[in-house]
């Protein structure tokens, strides 16, 4: 099945916005790594956001980087929607928002006026297969400005059975801690049971799913042209890297 045989869907749009708050491990350490880590970029320029969903790293863009444009895309109107609402209520700079409707598969969408200062994307690209993964991270070294970075944030695949199993306790772990930090009860990770989200304990993945291991993306980072490719964060078969475009 090729990139664009099996599409995101506004339904999945709308679960994920539900859920999300508790699916997504350390959220909030997450989102400020990555800005931490943009803003020690030695680029200037504008940054670009691949998949912005609702908008929550956007913003934090916007806030702390108060030198040029983020350029926030996604593939879903209401994730657009709700990014573009959630910029309009800061005061940090809602006029430095671009956004734009893009199918990740596609290329049309990489190319920009002038060198980016940063590229990073939260929970997308593991929708690429590997040869889709390469041709971005080619396409995304093009885009960059020497001394630009990427980050990326995004689901792996672990290389046996045995680290499926941990990612996927892990993961249970981290959703139930959330659901009972954020809310004092389990509402929260009984319904991201119920959607059935740890696919680390699937047989088979989604086709829309196709996570690759660290060590894939280490090498097609390298194969690209960038340096400094490294590993920040990792926690229930998610994890945060960084590379560098000399």
């Given amino acids: 099945m090729s990139d664009t045989d099996r599409r995101w ?8 916005r539900d859920l999300s708050r508790y699916a997504v491990p350390q959220r909030e350490r997450q989102i400020a790594l990555i800005v931490d880590r943009v803003g020690a970029a030695a680029a200037t320029g504008d940054v670009l956001e691949i998949c912005c969903g609702e908008g929550l790293l956007t913003a934090a ?39 734009r409707k893009i199918d990740i598969a596609e290329r049309d969408w990489r190319r920009f006026e002038a060198p980016l200062s940063a590229a990073v994307s939260s929970l997308a690209v593991h929708h690429l297969d590997g040869p889709g993964k390469r041709t971005l991270f080619a396409d995304l070294h093009a885009a960059l400005a020497p001394g630009g970075v990427f980050v990326l944030a995004d689901v792996v695949q672990p290389a046996s059975a ?20 954020l809310d004092g009860n389990l509402d929260g990770f009984e319904a991201f049971r119920r959607a059935d989200w740890n ?3 699937h ?21 690209a042209g960038f340096v400094e490719v490294d590993l920040h964060w990792m926690t229930a078969g998610q994890m945060i890297l960084s590379a560098v475009r000399p």
Avoid: C, N
């Fill in 203 to 223: 047989a088979t993945l989604d086709p829309i799913d196709k996570p690759s291991t660290v060590v894939e993306h280490f090498d097609w980072l390298r194969d």
């Fill in 162 to 181: 045995a680290g499926s199993a941990i990612a996927a306790d892990l993961w249970d772990q981290e959703v139930r801690g959330r659901a009972l930090s």
């Fill in 61 to 99: 863009l916007l806030q702390h980087l108060p030198v040029g444009r983020v350029f926030a895309f996604d593939g879903s109107d209401s994730m657009l929607a709700a990014t573009r609402e959630r910029a309009a209520q800061s005061p940090a700079g809602s006029d430095r928002l671009i956004t």
């Fill in 9 to 16: 869907s506004e339904t999945e749009s709308a679960t994920y």
């Fill in 199 to 201: 696919h680390f304990r």
